[in-house]
């Protein structure tokens, strides 16, 4: 693979997608210590938001420490260099939400659909657009469904006025050839200047391998997250990227040590948990299952004595997709009664 | 004279043929007309092999009649576009509207809350809120009359296939009414609902779950009662309505689960959301001729 001199952008998910390893409970100071150190290592697009986007806050997904204005009203004026990205779930936040980011200063909106399902974003990216905002279509769980049905549901977000589409492993399930066919069919069929992007998750290890993957085959935006702090396993752990991109001569604009050392100076220490492929975030990635289920999944195990990764094998198998919380909690009731727990 | 209201549905897709199809069966209320924009349109050939008057010029086709055919009910199954022009040149006519768009002009009406209480005012004007609200907001009313509720949120799970384009273009309007009426009929005092549309084959069923957040701690005997009598009145006009799991109770969280199976009149049974609907908006007529036929309410005159 020759990624000599590519260009990519590099965009950490630590104080989005982090957000649910900490149960969106970042503090101010937190979000602000570890934007700015990204800024100063070079990261240019940062995400801040409640970990299923803006209007998160809820008892089924978790109510934050903070609102996302107060997040983004911490953070937008600290920074340098880098641009500030918040992420929208239509039917979780509304065009509201997103007005209210931009007034705050976000430059980059980020509206997320299953990736089946994004004739329901046309609204949320309209607006993002007719705003004059980086209007990001990001297509999630796109492991689902054939390279062709991801294309179809990428040109409808172009045609809302999306100028980068991703396609998101939500469920870190991908493995890189599935990569490389997705990304390289968007490339091929999608507008020469919209520009594409890949999320990916550690689930099953595949994290770097697929960005590496993703980038050769024609993605220009990379998510990852400083110290991997994200859902699962967490998402492609950005200092690692970044050092396998530097061996690579990919032209990457990012400080080696410097994010090294947000990544275990900063993030580590406030980890509640390793973010690591243990056996439970390796199911998500094995069934093909949201990453962010894991938590909700454990405490279900805590509560009502069934086994997260049953839980999860069983969500897989039913096909829910993200923003389905409410049906762990659900589902591991009936399963304790069905084996006479409760 | 027939008890029976008679019925004009505008609408002839999806939502408006159930409602005829269930209307058909109906003690109250009697199918009369059925008007479309389009003289091609299935739904409108449909009605007219069942026996139904029909207009493809909107309203306005059959305006003329309305006092010839004594109708005295509209069910507006179009867009909330339309709907205001509607209702207001039926409503001049003595006709009561049943509004299952999201509009919303009149208030929200969800029967076994606040039904009773449009009734017996006669309310020219009523909506049926959404799906989503039809489906959780009796299980936010439920816990809110045994104790205040603090915070209510609803999140609507249903089949991708359930979900039209009318929705999906302006999916905003759905967070934004259901959450409205979570608290104006629900009673939580702030509320937020939250909709996933998935895409499994075989479909799912419409699937919901209520959180309550109660002020004081939550009297659990006297919520769980609460719950478990008012999924007997919602099963009343939809009998697929269930409790799969709860009131479970978590400090001062109340959680309940719930599934809905429609009767598969014209919608397939997965499509719980729209049987809710449709189901409710009958239910809601069939009240008005309820209470007329007793002579609670007095109709508006005719000459």
């Keep these: 693979m020759d990624l000599t001199g590519k260009k990519v952008t590099l965009h950490d998910m630590s104080l989005r997608d982090g957000m649910h390893a900490k149960q969106h409970q970042l503090s101010l100071e937190q979000m602000v210590a570890i934007s700015t150190g990204l800024d100063e290592a070079g990261i240019p697009l940062i995400e801040v938001t409640h970990g299923d986007g803006l209007g998160g806050a809820s008892l089924n997904y978790g109510f934050p420490a903070h609102t996302d204005e107060e997040y983004l009203n911490a953070v937008v004026p600290k920074m340098k260099n880098a641009k500030i990205s918040a992420l929208l779930l239509p039917g979780i936040g509304t065009v509201d939400h997103l007005k209210m980011a931009r007034d705050c200063g976000v430059n980059t909106i980020r509206v997320a659909t299953h990736c089946t399902e994004a004739d329901v974003s046309e609204q949320h990216i309209g607006m993002a657009a007719k705003m004059e905002m980086d209007t990001v279509g990001f297509l999630m769980m796109a492991h689902m469904v054939s390279p062709e049905k991801v294309l179809e549901q990428a040109k409808l977000m172009e045609s809302y006025g999306a100028n980068c589409i991703y396609c998101t492993d939500s469920a870190g399930y991908m493995l890189p050839d599935e990569v490389t066919e997705k990304i390289g069919l968007l490339r091929a069929e999608l507008n020469a200047n919209t520009e594409i992007g890949f999320h990916g998750h550690h689930n099953m290890g595949m994290a770097i391998a697929n960005s590496l993957a993703a980038m050769d085959a024609g993605a220009n935006r990379i998510d990852g997250s400083v110290a991997g702090l994200g859902a699962g396993a967490g998402n492609t752990p950005l200092e690692v990227f970044v050092a396998v991109l530097d061996r690579m001569q990919a032209n990457h604009g990012v400080d080696l040590y410097k994010i090294m050392d947000v990544a275990e100076d900063l993030v580590v220490p406030l980890m509640d948990q390793p973010i690591r492929v243990d056996r439970d975030a390796l199911t998500l990635g094995y069934a093909g299952v949201y990453s962010s289920f894991l938590l909700f999944a454990q405490r279900a195990e805590a509560k009502y004595g069934i086994q997260a990764r049953d839980i999860l094998v069983e969500l897989g198998r039913r096909g829910t997709v993200g923003g389905q919380e409410d049906m762990i909690e659900d589902l591991a009731l009936t399963m304790a009664k069905d084996k006479g727990l409760i | ?303």
């Design chain 2, 1 to 303: 004279m027939s008890k029976k209201l008679r019925a004009v549905i505008i609408g002839p897709g999806n939502i408006g043929t159930d409602l005829l199809m269930k209307m058909q069966r109906s003690d109250w209320i009697e199918p009369v007309w059925m008007v479309g924009i389009d003289p091609e349109s299935e739904g409108l050939k449909r009605a007219e092999s069942m026996g139904i008057k029909t207009s493809s010029t909107g309203i306005d086709g059959m305006l003329d009649q309305v006092i010839a055919d004594d109708i005295r009910v509209a069910f507006d199954a179009t867009s909330a576009y339309v709907h205001a022009e509607n209702s207001r040149k039926l409503n001049e006519l003595g006709v009561i509207m049943v509004d299952l768009t999201p509009a919303a002009i009149g208030p929200f009406c969800v029967p076994p809350v606040n039904l009773k209480q449009h009734a017996s005012q006669l309310e020219m004007n009523v909506n049926m809120v959404t799906c989503g609200g039809q489906a959780t907001i009796p299980m936010v009313a439920a816990v809110s009359q045994v104790q205040d509720v603090e915070y209510g949120e609803i999140v609507a799970t249903v089949s991708s296939r359930s979900i039209g384009p009318g929705t999906r273009q302006n999916i905003d309007e759905f967070t934004r009414t259901t959450a409205g009426a979570v608290e104006a009929v629900g009673g939580a005092d702030r509320g937020k609902a939250i909709i996933i549309v998935n895409p499994a084959e075989p479909p799912l069923m419409m699937r919901d779950t209520i959180h309550c957040l109660t002020k004081e701690a939550p009297d659990q005997e006297a919520i769980t009662a609460s719950v478990k009598n008012m999924v007997k009145e919602v099963q009343k006009y939809v009998p697929g309505y269930k409790l799969v799991n709860g009131p479970i109770f978590d400090g001062n969280k109340v959680s309940v689960f719930m599934e809905v199976e429609g009767l598969g009149d014209f919608l397939p049974k997965y499509a719980g959301n729209l049987d809710i609907m449709t189901a409710a908006g009958l239910r809601t007529a069939e009240m008005f001729a309820e209470e007329a036929h007793n002579g609670t309410i007095t109709l508006p005159a005719r000459g």
